[in-house]
């Protein structure tokens, strides 16, 4: 199941907001979408020497909303830097 659920679990960066789908189970997976506008700050987060040696971290996206369930949090991401960098280009509207 583990590793169906990180094969499975992606962002969408697209040009007008990020979509995240999450695989819960085999059969059950949840699509949320968060636009770019309700955007807070997106935070990379690497600890550890093997993580910080192999550039793998997580990536967590804020939301402005006090009503959304909460924020879009991706772990184990390789190079987070540079999807931090995407986000941010993509709601500045480079």
Same mark, same amino acid.
């Given at each position: *199941? ?13 040009? /007008? ?5 999450? $695989? /819960? ?6 699509? #949320?979408?968060?636009?770019?506008? /309700?955007? $807070?700050?997106? @935070? ?7 993580? @910080? *040696?192999?550039?793998?971290? @997580?990536?967590?996206?804020? @939301?402005? #909303? /006090? ?6 949090? *991706? ?20």
């Amino acid at each position: *199941m583990q590793w169906t659920k990180f094969h499975l679990d992606v962002w969408y960066v697209t040009e /007008k907001r990020i979509i995240d789908v999450q $695989q /819960k189970q085999i059969f059950d997976r949840e699509i #949320s979408n968060l636009p770019f506008d /309700k955007i $807070q700050d997106v @935070t990379v987060d690497i600890h550890g020497l093997i993580p @910080t *040696m192999l550039n793998f971290g @997580t990536v967590e996206v804020e @939301t402005a #909303s /006090k009503e959304d369930d909460g924020d879009f949090v *991706m772990r184990a991401v390789r190079d987070p830097d540079n999807v931090r960098r995407v986000i941010f280009d993509r709601h500045n509207g480079n």
